[in-house]
């Protein structure tokens, strides 16, 4: 354990130091997007006065050539949003926005928006350095490595810290005290425990502090680390593929509201996919899933105004839908903000989705027939399979939506204390690097691993089997971990030939 957190800290810490240190700004983003872009989102007053067709067909005069993909009505003091799907765009999870002041129907801002948080262009670019330092897919690599190691490079730290502190309380005591000391209630030896590992050994220096401030506030730090890890892995490349596939198989994938009434799916109309997120995680990309009912595009088709698009388009719906759906929405007991998608055909339904608010415990959705203002399909949060609603708390809980302000704070102060830990951890490799004057020149002791096989073979191929199941679920971990063990193969043969 101590080589494979020796090993760790030493060749992945980098890339934990680069995704703790982005993940802390982008951990307050949503709080500073609101500050920076505040004359676009705020309305000029909490005021209703301008309809919603009116809003739609204003922010249409911003583009008249892009189709209309979403909508956003302004509430309690909100901006309307309407979206548009632009192809220039770098993919379909970005959208063309324009803001529209329901109270005045004055457009107040055009930009771009990325995915179904809603995430304007700072907070999108926070999110890609996040996510890939601005690489690209491979720069998704980075981000994978480190969430796949923080925790097992946490735990192994606890461990060791432990271990530590277990032998410290039973040095230099006698037979009769160690007695003494097993006859305690379990509360006083479990209260003991704790004060030992979440306090820092008082009159400590040099490396032995420094080693007990990095242990003591890992372990603080320990379940922030643990949640971090275990969400951030469901949206990437490889491990979120696994996971992906695994909710497949269960059958826990999250529902998703159809775009047509009943009657026109048996009679095979053409419009027949229902929309899922397109990503879930802003910058963490579409290999989320369906993590939401209805949100992502109507398919470029439709023009809120049914005048300035083709034919073919213009049937498809009307902004004064867009009025009847929303009503339909609130009779089905939807909560606003809401996320209106239009319908990609004449036949088809309007979906709407609660947008995903702190404090709550998940995004309710219902499917609305504009020509008549029926609620056709009804979909509620307390429906979803457990693990789809795990899968949308642990995204809100990572992007700091789950509990708002606090939530954001949480994460802000978990990804300030990995830093410190690994400048920490770096410190005390430091105190070990080769010297001409006798500092410790290697990392511990090898040979541990075959030593425990020797004396508990079954536990240590099970542990094995475990780790090697791990390291399937995990490709990255898995295959780091392999090239560790060849990287210190290669160093015991090398050290074994400079000595003899």
């Known amino acids: 354990m101590l080589r494979l957190h020796f090993y760790v800290g030493l060749l992945v810490g980098p890339f934990l130091l680069i995704a703790a240190v982005s993940g802390f700004f982008y951990a307050l983003a949503p709080t500073i997007e609101r500050v920076v872009y505040a004359d676009q989102l705020t309305a000029a007053s909490t005021a209703q006065n ?6 739609i067909t204003t922010a249409r005069t911003a583009h008249p050539e892009l189709p209309v993909s979403r909508i956003v009505p302004g509430s309690e003091g909100s901006t309307t949003r309407v979206l548009f799907s632009d192809g220039s765009l770098p993919s379909d999870s970005h959208s063309r926005v324009v803001f529209v002041d329901p109270s ?37 690599l980075y981000s994978e490595l480190a969430a796949s190691w923080l925790a097992p490079l946490a735990l192994a730290g606890l ?61 603080w730090a320990l379940v922030g680390m643990l949640v971090l890890s275990a969400t951030g892995l469901t949206w990437s490349a490889y491990a979120g593929q696994r996971v ?60 809120g105004t049914g005048t300035d698009a083709d034919s073919a388009t213009a049937t498809a719906w009307t902004a004064d839908d867009a009025g009847v759906a929303l009503a339909g929405a609130r009779t089905a007991g939807l909560t606003e903000p809401v996320q209106l ?46 693990a789809a609603r795990l899968t949308d708390w642990g995204i809100r809980l990572h992007m700091g939506f789950l509990f708002g302000l606090a939530n954001q704070l949480l994460l802000a102060a978990v990804a300030a204390a990995l830093v410190v830990v690994i400048v920490r951890g770096y410190v005390l490799w430091w105190t070990r690097r080769p010297t001409r004057t006798g500092g410790l020149a290697r990392p511990p ?25 791990i390291g399937w679920a995990v490709p990255l971990l898995g295959i780091s971990l392999a090239a560790f063990l060849v990287l210190d193969v290669i160093l015991g043969l090398a050290a074994r030939r400079a000595r003899g």
């Open 341 to 386: 998608v239009p319908p990609a055909g004449d036949d088809d339904l309007w979906r709407v989705q609660e947008v995903r608010r702190s404090w709550t415990p998940g995004p309710d959705a219902a499917s609305i027939d504009a020509a008549t203002g029926e609620v056709v399909q009804s979909l509620p949060f307390s429906d979803y399979p457990l």
């Open 159 to 219: 461990y060791l810290w432990w271990g530590r502190t277990r032998r410290a309380g039973t040095s230099g005591r006698t037979s009769t005290e160690l007695k003494s000391t097993v006859l305690r209630s379990t509360v006083l030896r479990s209260t003991a425990l704790k004060s030992t590992l979440l306090r820092s050994t008082p009159g400590l220096t040099g490396r032995a502090r420094q080693r007990s401030r990095h242990a003591v506030l890992g372990t």
């Open 244 to 303: 992906s596939d695994l909710r497949s198989a269960m059958g826990w994938t999250t529902p998703t509201l159809s775009p047509q009434s009943p009657e026109s799916s048996r009679s095979g109309s053409a419009s027949d996919q229902a929309v899922g997120d397109h990503d879930g995680h802003e910058g963490h990309g579409s290999h989320g899933g369906a993590h939401g009912a209805v949100t992502g595009s109507a398919n470029g088709t439709g023009t």
């Open 50 to 55: 301008v309809p919603l067709a009116q809003q």
């Open 445 to 469: 002791a090898r040979g541990a691993t075959l030593d425990l096989l020797r004396r508990r073979p079954v536990g240590t191929l099970v542990g094995v089997t475990v780790v090697a199941a």
């Open 104 to 140: 005045d129907g004055a457009i107040r801002g055009d930009t771009v928006q990325y995915g179904s948080g809603q995430a304007l262009p700072l907070r999108t670019w926070l999110s890609g350095l996040h996510r890939s330092l601005h690489l690209g897919e491979p720069g998704r």
